[in-house]
């Protein structure tokens, strides 16, 4: 294995990559010990940094039909963006995902949320890409990533070690995107 895989390797959250219709499809499901209405706010929290996004800040219209968008914690580099397809809080979420940095077209993510003994069961289907895209391929890796991050927070009320590791790495990248934000109304 060469370095850049060793190096996202070791996450408690997995994602399957499955095939389907409309090109590959990466579908991660795990367990949360945390209600649903607490879940559902890590996914849909708005105006603050998001500790296992990287700091990034999600600014969105909570609505079906409403934009959405990830922006730097300074709010001044766009990192993702999309439209709400659905939005059944605090149990189903859908939109379309475009990353800034890359050409390629808008794939889409859906989360579900259901309560389970303890907790609740989340998962997280990205699907929607045309073929095995930048996109898809940075995500196979960035999902697992944050989702593990997002439960340990959930679940413990801290950043792990790894995760705060990852931040110092991407973090400075991230400020570097190409894409300027603009004001968000």
Do not use: N
């Not at 219709?21 to 795990?30: N, S, T, V």
């Not at 039909?65 to 979420?93: H, K, M, N, Q, Y």
């Not at 110092?168 to 990248?173: D, E, L, M, R, V």
């Amino acid at each position: 294995m060469g370095g850049g895989v060793l190096l996202f390797t070791g996450s408690t959250v997995h994602c399957a990559e499955e095939p389907a219709e409309e090109g590959p499809a990466l579908r991660c499901a795990f367990a949360v010990a945390a209600a649903p209405e607490a879940v559902w706010k890590a996914f849909v929290g708005t105006d603050e940094p998001q500790p296992y996004y990287f700091d990034a800040v999600l600014q969105a219209e909570l609505r079906p039909g409403g934009r959405w968008r990830f922006v730097t914690d300074d709010l001044r580099r766009l990192l993702a963006s999309g439209e709400i397809l659905e939005l059944e809080p605090p149990r189903r979420l859908a939109q379309t995902f475009a990353a800034a940095d890359l050409d390629d077209p808008p794939s889409r993510i859906t989360v579900e949320l259901e309560a389970v003994g303890g907790g609740t069961r989340v998962e997280l289907v990205h699907d929607r890409f045309t073929g095995e895209t930048a996109t898809y391929r940075r995500f196979r890796r960035a999902h697992p990533l944050a989702l593990s991050a997002m439960k340990a927070v959930l679940e413990t009320g801290e950043l792990p070690w790894r995760a705060r590791f990852y931040t110092a790495i991407f973090k400075p990248g991230m400020k570097l995107a190409t894409a300027p934000a603009e004001p968000w109304s």
